[in-house]
């Protein structure tokens, strides 16, 4: 008789194991214990919810929809919602787009699974930006694939390394954030959407435009989204995160009319729907308050989080430090200077009681050891300075031991 205990290991798909883990996940753990000061996280500061706002549409949801917002609904999502968001897209960017081509989605992270979803085998290519988000890789990772990442320049991925990758790995579409992007800050010019927009139009390559951040921008408006370039070929998703707050888990997907209805397929054999009541509560706070009122809010205040991080980290950090300046998101990227390997320096950084992301997590194949993603929305000024304070200890202790000298 076999003694040894029952594993699930040999009844587990290949899928499940190819999905990465989350350096991030677990960071947010000890990110969460007593005492650390976490620059790791990219969670929204919880001081601009508007919880009061959202009690009032709570009630009057409830109050209005009784009984039917407690019931099943339709997959693509509750239509006034979708017939906002495309408002939205008209008032910003004067495009009309169609709410029938609008799906809600449990987020944009369930957007990003369900593209690749739509798209992915085993063994295919994609391509991404380097860095790139890790919530994304994770999403991808699970489908069995290679990822080839494109270095980013200061606006926006790069075309010449575009063209020489595509020509090597036959991917199966492009996956980028063109707008303060997600590790690095860096947003797309005008002319790189435009030279994007016509590469994939002769490459006849699906894009992924992932765009959780565009309504966080903090001295001018961003641009156009190339999706609307290229509506025929593109699929922008938008997110409700980090303009209300993620707990919400709310997003959606614009997408071509040629994909609805395997993109609605999708959605049903994933969870039938996006949360019903949510949906109306979403609706009800964008309809009865001023949302650009409430935004502006959130941009002045992450706005001066930025100025103030930025100040801080290059007085603690080693000369020589290179730095993003995002005028938007939530996100400052820093390089250090190559004696520094971050995926080390960030055990000492954990021991002072500071933490932030290595660079290497958003990189699939171990570059990036530089660097480090430093968030400025969750923490105050002074939390602020005494965590620049840990990590400058950090980095003493760091070169002290690993003998630097910069
Ligand atoms: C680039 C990017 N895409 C997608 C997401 C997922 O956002 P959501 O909360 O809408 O699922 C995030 C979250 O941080 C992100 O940074």
Not at 132 to 138: D, L, N, R, T, V
Not at 237 to 265: A, H
Request: one cysteine or more.
């Amino acid at each position: 008789m076999n003694s040894s205990p029952f594993t699930f290991e040999s009844f587990l798909s290949g899928s499940c194991k190819a999905i990465r883990s989350s350096f991030l996940r677990e960071i947010l753990d000890i990110a969460g214990m007593s005492g650390i000061i976490s620059f790791a996280g990219g969670l929204p500061n919880p001081d601009l919810f508007p919880v009061s706002q959202i009690r009032i549409a709570l009630d009057q949801v409830m109050s209005d929809g009784g009984k039917s917002t407690l019931q099943y609904s339709g997959s693509q999502g509750y239509l006034p919602l979708r017939e906002w968001i495309a408002g939205r897209y008209y008032k910003r960017f004067g495009i009309k787009v169609a709410p029938d081509n609008i799906l809600i989605t449990n987020g944009s992270q369930q957007a990003l699974d369900l593209a690749g979803k739509l798209f992915l085998d085993p063994g295919d290519c994609i391509l991404m930006e380097k860095p790139s988000y890790i919530g994304a890789i994770q999403a991808f990772s699970a489908y069995d694939i290679k990822m080839e990442q494109i270095s980013l320049e200061h606006d926006g991925i790069s075309i010449t390394e575009l063209k020489e990758k595509c020509r090597r790995c036959n991917p199966k579409f492009l996956y980028g954030i063109p707008n303060y992007q997600n590790p690095s800050g860096i947003s797309y010019s005008e002319g790189k959407r435009l030279l994007l927009a016509e590469w994939l139009r002769t490459k006849k390559l699906p894009f992924i435009e992932d765009d959780p951040y565009s309504e966080i921008y903090f001295t001018k408006t961003n641009g156009i989204p190339v999706s609307f370039l290229l509506p025929e070929q593109c699929i922008l998703t938008g997110s409700f995160s980090k303009m209300i707050s993620p707990g919400i888990r709310t997003g959606w997907m614009l997408v071509p009319d040629k994909l609805k209805s395997y993109l609605l397929k999708a959605k049903q054999a994933a969870d039938l729907h996006t949360n019903n009541i949510v949906q109306q509560l979403i609706y009800r706070f964008l309809v009865d308050n001023d949302v650009d009122m409430h935004l502006d809010r959130i941009r002045i205040h992450y706005h001066q989080q930025k100025e103030t991080m930025l100040m801080l980290a290059r007085h603690f950090l080693p000369q020589r430090t290179r730095f993003t300046n995002p005028d938007g998101g939530m996100f400052i990227w820093a390089t250090l200077p190559d004696e520094f390997d971050t995926t080390e320096l960030v055990k000492y950084a954990i021991s002072e009681k500071v933490i932030f992301v290595p660079g290497k997590t958003f990189y699939v194949n171990g570059e990036g050891n530089h660097s480090m993603r430093l968030n400025f929305t969750s923490s105050s000024p002074d939390e602020m300075e005494d965590g620049m304070k840990r990590l400058r200890q950090a980095i003493n202790l760091y070169m002290e031991h690993m003998k630097v000298k910069v």
